[in-house]
């Protein structure tokens, strides 16, 4: 869903308490706690803020604030992406990729391999050492 400058810009000054025209790494922080309910660093908002400056000394203009909702909403995209992904690798409902399930779908696509070489494969993305990938496994071999 893509939203309107008009959105953003509303969004904008609602995460600007001091009414300065820019948004600090405190009151970004205030805004995602009260959000998503979590306890976030200032630090580590501060590197996010830094990455995105576009020479507000240390704060994030309008501009900025809109690089990080829209590179936000591009990740989400990423994520569903990797999600439908793993749901075609998964096949035996047991939400993880077992090397059966990534043999039988290697094959559809047309790669000639064992079962024992898709246990290999596997092996060196299994993160927790069960001998299959869970999700967040899966995303980590992914990027």
């Keep these: 869903m893509n939203k309107s400058s008009n959105d953003y810009k509303r969004i904008f000054e609602s995460f600007d308490e001091d009414r300065d025209g820019t948004v600090s790494?405190?009151?970004l922080q205030h805004r995602v706690e009260l959000i998503f309910h979590e306890e976030i660093?200032?630090?580590?908002?501060?590197?996010?803020?830094?990455?995105?400056?576009?020479?507000?000394?240390?704060?994030?203009?309008?501009?900025?604030?809109?690089?990080?909702?829209?590179?936000?909403?591009?990740e989400e995209e990423k994520l569903e992406d990797l999600k439908k992904a793993f749901q075609m690798y998964e096949m035996d409902g047991t939400d993880c990729i077992t090397p059966k399930s990534l043999n039988r779908m290697l094959n559809r696509l047309g790669e000639s391999i064992s079962v024992d070489e898709?246990?290999?494969?596997?092996?060196?993305?299994?993160?927790?050492?069960?001998?299959v990938l869970n999700f967040d496994e899966f995303r980590a071999m992914m990027v």
């Design 118 to 131: 898709c246990v290999g494969m596997i092996n060196r993305f299994d993160l927790n050492g069960d001998g």
């Design 41 to 74: 660093l200032v630090e580590d908002l501060e590197i996010v803020v830094e990455s995105l400056l576009n020479g507000n000394n240390g704060q994030l203009g309008l501009e900025d604030f809109v690089r990080l909702m829209e590179s936000d909403q591009k």
């Design 25 to 27: 790494p405190r009151e």
